[in-house]
């Protein structure tokens, strides 16, 4: 038996795992430090600054907007279509560089700086204000500055980053995804007034439907035509009263997307569907020169129509066309197709030379032992020139300034000629280049800080766990294999993006052993391996056996049953490319797992008509509200099946109502099984927690997508299977540890935030909560490893106070492995070109499995039972 001190030293490892996380996130996602102060125009050199081509902006951002959304041929903006074709409407492609969330993005489009990984969780805590950009410079601070106005509808970051700034605004939360209509309607219904008043210099709309469509139904959502049309429709209304409106006759209007979205609707990481947004300048005044540009265009793999820009482009573009100085901050360089918009060759390379001036100040910020001053020239350093780094933008800057020494007329004159502003452009592309791929200022003794704290927890986990796995060194040794090569794969990026096969691959390894210990050399270690008067192998000991054929079958099919990753995202699977076609099976296997639970709590729930009957509504309720679900969100996914009838007869219930009753009645169930049991009444199958268990299964079904509720009955497979096999305490710890991981991955999950899904993150709530939503979002997105942690409890039914205290340590011993693992890679490789794109979404999920799953889920969960048995 475990002595006390062991079990103290596994709770203080427990307490040390979110120290360890805190100290080394606050190392790792510092604020990058920013020049202080507004912008000023400098005075000219040689020459006169180029007058503003603008008075006015209407900007409107429709959210995951995707480049094909617009330019391809599938598109529903078919009046954008012939503003591009007619010349009013000058087409590009913007990249957004990742974190792909509204937030940082949003940030990258008024500073024009690239933003701290960091603003991906910013970007959630809706109430959070240490975001905000108050206190930086942003064309919307030049535009306020100047004493103009500015008034913005939509999306209410907006309101958190420039609090005070709006004289007119509504704001609109961008999380509440279950909302197609109001959310967008509570901006459309201002535009016809605000169009015919002249008291506003910046009018901002910020639409959020089409990107609640796609995390709800994905970019092929039968929705998706039709808000793409109405976004359209107010691109018409804006550009008719650009026409009509004399106080609008001098107005840019800007239509870009902040984002794009990946073939499951969603968005956050760096795939070409995230990172790809429209970005379009329109006004009458480009129709005038008549140089219109082919649409619709073929839809393209890439998502590369028409020029590729980079979205802090669009900073120093607008300030440029509005007459503003620079944000001091920009990394961005003033988009080369609009430089004609000035009339003179002097004027654009006057703006040019101004955006130069003003990137040159952050490189010589971050470079404070290169000089730039035309005094020190060491023309003979750039022979051979480098192409990057900071040697080559050094190199790049010295091109110009010789130049401008040796053409002292060349601003003065209204031809100064292309070479000038080629070298500008290589100068600024080379600038951008270098510091949009600048390391991030990592407090490096905060990291080591966080690793040593999380070696600790480790060092205290550590002999507990060795005195369990001796007992059992096949499984041990397994288990340390798994922890090493799980350590080792951190280091690449390759295996980070597809490290579901490493899980998928394990749990395969661990059904060889379950199946190889009961034959061959660890025949001993078989428990009912033989009957004890015939030494001839028994039904149960074939059972475990064929059991071990059965799980691997069962294995197979989870596999294939969600493709996710990087490289097989797009390979056909169950979920996306079988389900959609054979939609009554989906439907029919939906129906038996719902049967099946309904069994469960009429076999194993008290012995009462009553509880039979409200077992029996309350699981109906359930499977109602995820009919009716799906028939409002994926009706492409019910329109042929066997039960289209019943959603066309309960379409007018409320969704937000039906899954709350759902949730009322799960946990009625719970409570009404306590109360009879406390009265005596007896269980039809005394199995301790089955009850809490099922109620847990019929939530986490509720809260998964239709097309994942059948994997609910290969768990219950896999969980019988395994019941029968009378594994040790830690075979089924290590079981559970597996198969937690491995259907995380199976539901849809990755590495990447893309893959968060928010479809079911909003069931039963009226308005957006953080709390409940944030539940409700781990809830869906890590359903399976719930369900397993209440089903090892099941599972270890039967075992005594040792069961649960084997697998809190080892449980413990692996989470503190797996976390120091991932810090040291993050640490060791924190200048890798991917760090941001992969190590550092890898390093949030981590954070996720640590404080949420381990310690909210596992660890409270058995810190309970360990209570109970005490008493």
């Known amino acids: 038996m475990p002595t006390i001190s062991g079990s103290w030293a ?36 040689n020459g006169i600054a180029p007058p503003k081509v603008f008075d006015r902006l209407i900007f409107m951002v429709v959210d995951a907007l995707r480049s094909d959304f617009v330019y391809s041929n599938n598109s529903g903006f078919e009046f954008t279509q012939s503003l591009i074709r007619s010349g009013g409407a000058l087409p590009f492609t913007a990249h957004a560089s990742s974190p792909t969330v509204t937030m940082p993005r949003l940030k990258a489009i008024t500073t024009g700086s690239v933003p701290s990984f960091l603003d991906v969780i910013l970007n959630i805590a809706e109430s959070d204000t240490s975001s905000t950009l108050a206190h930086q410079d942003t064309w919307l601070a030049q535009i306020k500055a100047k004493g103009d106005q500015l008034i913005m509808y939509g999306d209410d970051t907006w309101l958190k980053l420039f609090p005070n700034v709006f004289t007119r605004s509504e704001g609109t939360t961008s999380f509440f995804v279950s909302d197609f209509t109001e959310v967008d309607n509570n901006v459309t219904r201002h535009v016809p007034g605000e169009l015919t008043q002249s008291d506003w210099s910046a009018f901002i709309m910020h639409y959020l439907g089409l990107d609640h469509i796609g995390h709800k139904s994905g970019p092929r959502s039968p929705h998706m035509i039709k808000k793409q049309e109405e976004m359209d429709s107010i691109v018409f209304q804006v550009y008719s009263a650009l026409e009509q409106e004399a106080h609008l006759e001098s107005t840019l209007f800007v239509l870009c997307g902040d984002h794009g979205m990946n073939d499951a609707g969603n968005h956050g990481g760096s795939s070409v569907g995230e990172t790809s947004a429209a970005l379009l300048f329109i006004s009458p005044k480009f129709q005038a020169k008549g140089v219109g540009n082919e649409s619709p265009i073929e839809a393209l793999d890439d998502l590369q129509y028409y020029t590729t820009v980079d979205q802090t482009d669009i900073t120093p573009t607008l300030a440029g066309l509005l007459g503003l100085p620079i944000p001091l901050n920009s990394l961005g360089i003033f988009i080369p197709q609009l430089l004609d918009l000035w009339e003179t060759e002097s004027q654009k390379v006057h703006f040019l030379l101004q955006n130069s001036q003003q990137l040159l100040k952050i490189v010589k910020e971050a470079f404070p032992n290169y000089d730039f001053e035309p005094s020190l020239l060491p023309a003979a350093s750039c022979t051979p020139e480098p192409s990057g780094g900071i040697e080559g933008v050094q190199c790049a800057w010295f091109h110009v300034l010789e130049y401008l020494r040796g053409n002292d007329e060349a601003l003065t004159s209204s031809e100064p000629g292309p070479e000038l502003e080629a070298h500008l452009l290589l100068f600024l592309g080379r600038a951008q280049e270098l510091m949009s791929n600048a390391a991030s200022n ?43 090569g799980y350590s080792g794969i951190m280091f690449a990026s390759s295996y980070v993006e597809e490290e579901q096969q490493f899980w998928y691959w394990m749990v395969t390894g661990w059904v060889f052993y379950l199946h190889a210990r009961c034959s061959g050399h660890l025949y001993g270690n078989c428990p009912q391996m033989s009957n004890s008067n015939t030494g001839h192998r028994s ?47 989906l439907w029919a296997l939906v129906c038996l797992t719902y049967v099946a639970t309904y069994l469960h709590f009429h076999f194993h729930g008290p012995i009462s008509l009553t509880w039979r009957v409200s077992s029996f509504l309350v699981t109906t309720t359930a499977f109602l509200f995820k009919i009716m679900f799906v028939s409002a969100d994926s009706p492409e996914l019910l329109d042929k099946s066997f039960l289209r009838s019943i959603a066309n007869r309960a379409g007018g219930m409320p969704l937000v109502s039906l899954a709350r009753v759902t949730f009322a009645g799960i946990l009625m169930l719970i409570v009404f099984s306590i109360y009879k049991k406390r009265q005596g009444v007896p269980l039809a199958r005394k199995v301790p927690g089955k009850v809490f268990h099922e109620a847990l299964t019929l939530l986490l079904m509720t809260e998964s997508r239709v097309t994942n509720i059948p994997l609910f009955l290969i768990f219950k497979f896999q969980a019988n299977i395994l019941a029968a096999m009378d594994t040790t305490a830690i075979e089924l710890t290590i079981s559970s540890l597996l198969f937690q991981y491995m259907t995380f991955f199976a539901f849809g999950g990755s590495n990447s935030i893309s893959s968060v899904d928010l479809s079911n993150a909003y069931n039963g709530i009226g308005s957006y909560s953080v709390v409940f939503v944030g539940i409700l979002t781990y809830m869906s997105n890590w359903a399976g490893p719930i369900w397993w942690v209440s089903a090892s ?64 889920v596992n660890t409270l969960s058995e810190v309970g039972i360990l209570l109970m048995n005490r008493k």
């Open 442 to 484: 990592y407090n490096v003794m905060r990291l080591y800080l966080g690793i040593c704290i999380s070696i600790i927890a480790v060092w205290l986990s550590s002999p507990a766990t060795y005195s369990l796995s001796s007992k059992t060194r096949y499984a041990g040794t397994f288990l340390l294999f798994n922890i090493l």
């Open 539 to 585: 039904g149960a000991s074939l059972y475990y056996i064929f059991g071990a054929v059965g799980l691997a079958i069962a294995n197979r099919m989870l596999r294939r049953w969600n493709q996710t990753g990087q490289k097989f995202a797009a390979e056909p699977d169950i979920s996306q490319g079988f389900f959609p076609f054979h939609q009554d099976i």
């Open 10 to 45: 596994i709770l203080l490892a427990n307490f040390l795992i979110p120290i360890a996380v805190l100290v080394f996130s606050s190392g790792f996602f510092p604020y990058k430090p920013l020049l202080p102060g507004i912008a000023t125009f400098q005075e000219p050199r």
């Open 793 to 856: 409890h099941i599972l270890r039914s039967k075992s005594n106070t040792e069961g649960s205290h084997v697998h809190f340590t080892i449980q413990t011993f692996h989470m503190a492995a797996v976390t120091t693992s991932v810090m040291a890679a993050c640490t060791a490789l924190r200048t890798h070109l991917f760090i941001w794109t992969v190590f550092s979404p890898k390093y949030l999920y981590t954070v996720a499995w640590a404080v949420l799953n381990h310690l909210g």
